[in-house]
């Protein structure tokens, strides 16, 4: 119950902002250069072997990266708001409305899963569970890359960009998380820190890469 009421106070959260959110966000891999690397590297490396989701996509900035860098993509996020922004400025993405603690795909569907600032969102117990949940939707072989902000506190928002919420973002520290990645049965293939750019909210950015080990 508790985690119900939870999961809706983050959709209506984020529905409430999707519009602002977008105008916002869209266009913001033009000033990381960093984020756009591995894209590419995840674009490039298991992009033509099947279909990469964006998971919790807001309004699809990074499938959008990687459809223009020849990756087939899918979108999903728990926001219906969120989707109707995806859908209007990817028109030609689907995009599924879902959580990430539970997908309704089957084992192995995809080649990549590019979470970036999503599992900021899901309560600290839970994490594993959508990690496990990433490693059974992954192909053997599929690449899994997270991005959050570094840290272990948890910020916490009533009202933004004037509109009341009821948002956790959680500060996540990237050793316990590479721990819990390494846990699920990915190999790591790398964690990389960085300082906030001039343009972004003020905190570290980590980024954790691995792969779901092929079979033998
Ligand atoms: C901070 S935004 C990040 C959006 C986009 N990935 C980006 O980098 O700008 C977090 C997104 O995660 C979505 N989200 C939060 N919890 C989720 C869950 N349990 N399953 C799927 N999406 C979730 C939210 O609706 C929101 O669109």
Avoid at 25 to 53: N, S, T
Avoid at 140 to 159: I, K, Q, R, W
Wanted: net charge negative; with cysteine; proline share 6%.
């Amino acid at each position: 119950m508790k985690n119900e009421i939870y999961f809706q106070n983050t959709e209506q959260g984020y529905d409430s902002v999707a519009v602002e959110y977008a105008r916002q966000f869209f266009d913001e891999l033009e000033h990381k250069p960093l984020d756009r690397d591995l894209l590419q590297r995840m674009a490039r490396e298991v992009g033509e072997l099947g279909v990469i989701c964006d998971m919790g996509c807001g309004p699809g900035q990074v499938a959008r990266y990687l459809k223009d860098h020849s990756a087939e993509v899918v979108g999903l996020d728990l926001s219906e708001g969120m989707l109707v922004e995806a859908r209007r400025l990817n028109p030609d993405i689907s995009f599924l409305a879902g959580n990430m603690l539970s997908l309704s795909v089957p084992d192995s569907s995809w080649v990549g899963i590019a979470a970036f600032y999503s599992i900021i969102h899901i309560p600290r117990p839970q994490l594993p569970d959508a990690i496990q949940e990433f490693f059974r939707v992954l192909r053997p072989g599929g690449m899994l890359m997270l991005a959050f902000h570094a840290g272990d506190e948890t910020l916490h928002l009533d009202s933004w960009w004037e509109k009341p919420v009821s948002l956790d973002f959680n500060f996540l520290l990237p050793a316990e998380i590479r721990r819990q990645v390494e846990q699920s049965g990915f190999n790591i293939e790398d964690v990389i820190i960085r300082a906030p750019y001039s343009s972004e909210h003020i905190s570290q950015r980590a980024y954790i890469i691995a792969r779901k080990p092929t079979l033998e």
